[in-house]
């Protein structure tokens, strides 16, 4: 059984920063891109960012790019989101989910993704 559990959201000031972490279980993380979606409160789930199964490759939405930082730690089995300049417009539940198929490209669609943790509340305060 794959499980995925989120941890490290909190309360925040603007401009503040946040480590979201996502350790797996069940599943080897290195086999498989990992990514991290957001859904704030009345808005659809957005991608934010995601890590290729090698960790070499990594890419992220325009809102976040050069304040987020998506890293993996194969030995923990864990994926980390290095959140810094933070603001309020970053408020949302972050969900961490792995590729559904192993040793592919990473995506941004969500549909490709099949197992997801049951996310963590990050509020950004302005």
């Known amino acids: 059984q794959v499980q995925l559990v989120e941890s490290g959201g909190g309360l925040v000031q603007a401009g503040g920063s946040l480590t979201l972490s996502c350790a797996a279980s069940?599943?080897?993380?290195?086999?498989?891109?990992v990514a991290w979606f957001r859904q704030a409160p009345g808005k659809e789930r957005e991608f934010a960012a995601v890590?290729?199964?090698?960790?070499?490759?990594?890419s992220y939405a325009d809102s976040v790019k050069g304040r987020f930082t998506i890293t993996r730690d194969n030995a923990k089995n864990t994926v980390y989101l290095q959140m810094n300049s933070l603001k309020s417009e970053d408020t949302a539940v972050y969900h961490c989910?792995?590729?559904?198929?192993?040793?592919?490209?990473?995506?941004?669609?969500?549909?490709?993704?099949?197992?997801w943790g049951q996310g963590t509340q990050v509020t950004v305060s302005s």
């Open positions: 989910a792995t590729k559904r198929r192993a040793y592919t490209g990473h995506t941004y669609d969500a549909a490709d993704y099949d197992y």
């Open positions: 069940g599943r080897t993380l290195s086999n498989y891109a």
């Open positions: 890590i290729s199964w090698s960790g070499g490759s990594t």
